[in-house]
């Protein structure tokens, strides 16, 4: 008879769709995040250098590089926030209106759809729907408009006198 396992071992760890698993992990290293990883380095290794050089020149009695010693590190900070804050939302993926996280593998549903024998306030986000199409009617040829026959005449008269001012215009 096998042992039973311990009640307090974490299964869920080891499928393939939880955040955190290796296959998880494996949609950070797409060449598009791996640009963005080494952007990150850069930004805050070149960030935190700036600082310190504000930090030796505020040292060499310049008072106003105290306030950029304390500037560049926070702009490392931020550029470190926000590159955590896209790791943790593509780990975790889309969230299904129930609460868990939707399956990547799985189609998500239309905006505004809503599934079958739901009732009608399930549908919590505005259904997107297709833009409005309008009928161009062209112009016919012997019903041009006044003013732009009149600025056709203006821009001929001022072709033909290529010398002349606009404010030479007889018209």
Do not use: C
């Not at 311990?6 to 955040?19: F, K, L, M, N, R």
């Not at 700036?50 to 590190?73: C, D, I, K, M």
């Not at 199409?133 to 006198?161: C, F, I, K, M």
């Amino acid at each position: 008879m096998a042992p039973n396992p311990p009640t307090d071992y974490d299964t869920a760890s080891e499928t393939t769709t939880a955040p955190g698993t290796l296959d998880a992990m494996k949609r950070l290293w797409t060449p598009a995040w791996i640009v963005r990883h080494v952007a990150m380095v850069v930004l805050v290794s070149g960030f935190l250098g700036l600082g310190w050089w504000q930090v030796s020149r505020a040292a060499a009695g310049n008072t106003l590089s105290w306030g950029y010693a304390v500037e560049w590190p926070i702009f490392a900070g931020f550029v470190v926030f926000v590159w955590w804050r896209e790791v943790r939302h593509t780990l975790h993926g889309p969230t299904a209106p129930d609460g868990e996280p939707a399956r990547p593998d799985e189609p998500s549903p239309a905006v505004g759809t809503r599934p079958a024998g739901a009732p009608a306030a399930a549908a919590t986000r505005p259904a997107v729907r297709r833009p409005v199409r309008v009928a161009r009617v062209p112009v016919a040829a012997g019903g041009e408009d006044a003013d732009l026959a009149a600025y056709n005449r203006y821009l001929q008269w001022l072709n033909d006198n290529p010398g002349a001012r606009p404010g030479d215009y007889p018209g």
